[in-house]
């Protein structure tokens, strides 16, 4: 994943973007740079590696190396990212978020057999996906047809921050709005943010979000549409029930509150279906499990408690390190208990979601070693079926990197893919199965997810405006 925040101000912007792209390090952990005009020095442009130290420590002296009235920057979990391009367009930097699945395919086809020039390789031979976005854009006589048709050329999500070389700015929402694009403003400035909590400490308004597809061109006392949005939106499912942050709000839904309600409504479930009701503590897998159990919780009666605490000072994120074997052992050391919470004690906690079971297994184990009689666990979303294809999320490179698709493989080979609704429903025969082979393997009490049908309740959006292909395939 990733984020970016820009501006363009009638004053030096630094510390505006420094505080902006600092609120999206929740949203990656691989690179972060920034970008900035001025009047008298141009474009400058500052990248850092932030695996192993927080965007604040890197850049942390930005202010005594970079200036300028208009910047963008960017936190990144794939490519080293502003970039600053030359082209017959101008001098622009740009930083892009989302994936392109068919990279090779456009390198070979759009750019190389057209003649179109040559691109610097990373390590592995890989091309940076933003400089082919720019390469893209860079074939057409305006940045509005080339983003158009860069959007509609590639597989996959590109949401678009650009600084031209006058100041202003070019943003661009995925023309599926798969992920959120918001401006603000205030007196003397405009700026344009994933996350719409960044506005408030920085004294922006937000005026809003674009739509699906839509292009704008930013100055600090204007905002002039490019290209009208679609009628077609797929908003990410995840962003609410996952890597957004608690304060985010996403067309109009708050994260802590739709986590809230999704909690409560696998409560009424639990309780509906006789599941899990002699427990003595509700707890979630920290981080983002935690608000969810607080709404099931609330809604079931049952004490809400932290019966292991997340030792974060050294080690803030589990994933950082770049072996799973290395982000398992990190998981361990900073799982502290608190053992009058956990000893003899009947325990339920919700996880935002199960992907490969990993480090889930490994927390089980944990607490019954600790002395827990029993762990039943609760997925906040439904079985993820299907690796993201859109915006790569969940970190898995294929189906059998899923815990459920293994699990299905395990009880009936090929031919379970013919029957993945049933797998989905817990109501059913296979469904029944699938958390009973579950629970078997990974020593749970018991398990449940999340039904489909509750997660969109619980975000309060239609059906058709989300983006649900990880659970049931449907684009």
Same mark, same amino acid.
């Given at each position: 994943?990733?984020?970016?925040?820009?501006?363009?101000?009638?004053?030096?912007?630094?510390?505006?973007?420094?505080?902006?792209?600092?609120?999206?390090?929740?949203?990656? /952990?691989?690179?972060?740079?920034? +970008?900035?005009?001025?009047?008298?020095?141009?474009?400058?442009?500052?990248?850092?590696?932030?695996?192993?130290?927080?965007?604040?420590?890197?850049?942390?002296?930005?202010?005594?190396?970079?200036?300028?009235?208009?910047?963008?920057?960017?936190?990144?979990?794939?490519?080293?990212?502003?970039?600053?391009?030359?082209?017959?367009?101008?001098?622009?930097?740009?930083?892009?978020?989302?994936?392109?699945?068919?990279?090779?395919?456009?390198?070979?086809?759009?750019?190389?057999?057209?003649?179109?020039?040559?691109?610097?390789?990373?390590?592995?031979?890989?091309?940076?996906?933003?400089e082919l976005f720019a390469a893209l854009i860079n074939r057409y006589d305006t940045f509005e047809e080339g983003i158009q048709n860069a959007q509609k050329a590639i597989d996959g999500t590109a949401n678009v921050l650009i600084l031209k070389e006058d100041g202003s700015l070019i943003a661009a929402r995925d023309r599926f709005g798969r992920l959120p694009v918001v401006i603000g403003r205030r007196e003397d400035a405009h700026a344009v943010s994933f996350e719409s909590f960044a506005f408030g400490k920085?004294?922006?308004?937000?005026?809003?979000?674009?739509?699906?597809?839509?292009?704008?061109?930013?100055?600090?006392? !204007?905002?002039?549409?490019? /290209?009208?949005?679609?009628?077609?939106?797929?908003?990410?499912?995840?962003?609410?029930?996952?890597?957004?942050?608690?304060?985010?709000?996403?067309?109009?839904?708050?994260?802590?509150?739709?986590?809230?309600?999704?909690? +409560?409504?696998?409560?009424?479930n639990d309780e509906k279906n006789g599941a899990a009701q002699d427990i003595d503590y509700v707890g979630g897998v920290p981080d983002s499990g935690t608000p969810h159990a607080i709404g099931y919780a609330n809604e079931s009666h049952k004490p809400f408690a932290r019966a292991f605490i997340k030792y974060t000072p050294t080690w803030a994120r589990s994933f950082l390190p770049s072996t799973q074997a290395e982000r398992i052992e990190i998981a361990k050391m900073k799982q502290l208990p608190v053992r009058?919470?956990?000893?003899?004690?009947?325990?339920?906690?919700?996880?935002?979601?199960?992907? !490969?079971?990993?480090?889930?297994?490994?927390?089980?184990?944990?607490?019954?070693?600790?002395? /827990?009689?029993?762990?039943?666990?609760?997925?906040?979303?439904?079985?993820?079926?299907?690796?993201?294809?859109?915006?790569?999320?969940?970190?898995?490179?294929?189906?059998?990197?899923?815990?459920?698709?293994?699990?299905?493989?395990?009880?009936?080979?090929? +031919?379970?893919?013919?029957?993945?609704?049933?797998?989905?429903?817990?109501?059913?025969?296979?469904?029944?199965?699938?958390? +009973?082979?579950?629970?078997?393997?990974?020593?749970?009490?018991?398990?449940?997810?999340?039904?489909?049908?509750?997660?969109?309740?619980?975000?309060?959006?239609?059906?058709?405006?989300?983006?649900?292909?990880?659970?049931?395939?449907?684009?």
């Amino acid at each position: 994943m990733g984020g970016f925040f820009g501006i363009t101000s009638t004053r030096d912007a630094m510390v505006d973007v420094f505080f902006g792209v600092d609120y999206h390090s929740h949203l990656g /952990a691989h690179r972060a740079g920034l +970008a900035a005009y001025s009047p008298t020095v141009g474009l400058q442009r500052k990248i850092h590696n932030i695996q192993n130290a927080p965007f604040r420590t890197k850049f942390e002296h930005i202010f005594n190396e970079m200036e300028g009235t208009s910047a963008i920057g960017c936190i990144s979990d794939t490519d080293p990212q502003p970039l600053l391009i030359r082209s017959r367009l101008g001098v622009y930097a740009i930083c892009t978020i989302g994936i392109i699945n068919n990279a090779d395919e456009l390198i070979r086809e759009h750019i190389e057999e057209s003649g179109w020039g040559y691109f610097d390789s990373m390590t592995g031979g890989r091309v940076n996906t933003t400089e082919l976005f720019a390469a893209l854009i860079n074939r057409y006589d305006t940045f509005e047809e080339g983003i158009q048709n860069a959007q509609k050329a590639i597989d996959g999500t590109a949401n678009v921050l650009i600084l031209k070389e006058d100041g202003s700015l070019i943003a661009a929402r995925d023309r599926f709005g798969r992920l959120p694009v918001v401006i603000g403003r205030r007196e003397d400035a405009h700026a344009v943010s994933f996350e719409s909590f960044a506005f408030g400490k920085l004294g922006f308004e937000q005026i809003r979000e674009l739509g699906p597809g839509e292009i704008v061109h930013i100055t600090q006392d !204007r905002i002039s549409q490019l /290209a009208p949005a679609g009628d077609k939106k797929r908003i990410c499912s995840f962003l609410w029930s996952y890597y957004g942050y608690p304060s985010s709000t996403y067309e109009g839904v708050n994260v802590e509150m739709m986590r809230y309600r999704n909690g +409560a409504i696998m409560a009424r479930n639990d309780e509906k279906n006789g599941a899990a009701q002699d427990i003595d503590y509700v707890g979630g897998v920290p981080d983002s499990g935690t608000p969810h159990a607080i709404g099931y919780a609330n809604e079931s009666h049952k004490p809400f408690a932290r019966a292991f605490i997340k030792y974060t000072p050294t080690w803030a994120r589990s994933f950082l390190p770049s072996t799973q074997a290395e982000r398992i052992e990190i998981a361990k050391m900073k799982q502290l208990p608190v053992r009058e919470l956990i000893e003899d004690k009947d325990l339920l906690f919700v996880d935002d979601s199960i992907v !490969r079971g990993t480090q889930l297994q490994e927390t089980v184990e944990f607490l019954y070693e600790t002395g /827990a009689r029993s762990v039943h666990i609760r997925s906040a979303c439904p079985p993820i079926m299907y690796p993201c294809k859109f915006l790569n999320f969940s970190r898995s490179n294929g189906e059998m990197d899923l815990l459920v698709r293994r699990m299905i493989q395990e009880l009936e080979g090929k +031919a379970g893919l013919d029957h993945l609704d049933e797998y989905i429903d817990g109501t059913t025969e296979r469904g029944k199965q699938l958390r +009973a082979a579950i629970c078997e393997k990974m020593h749970f009490a018991s398990l449940e997810f999340q039904t489909l049908d509750g997660i969109i309740e619980a975000i309060g959006l239609p059906e058709c405006e989300l983006c649900t292909y990880c659970w049931n395939g449907k684009e």
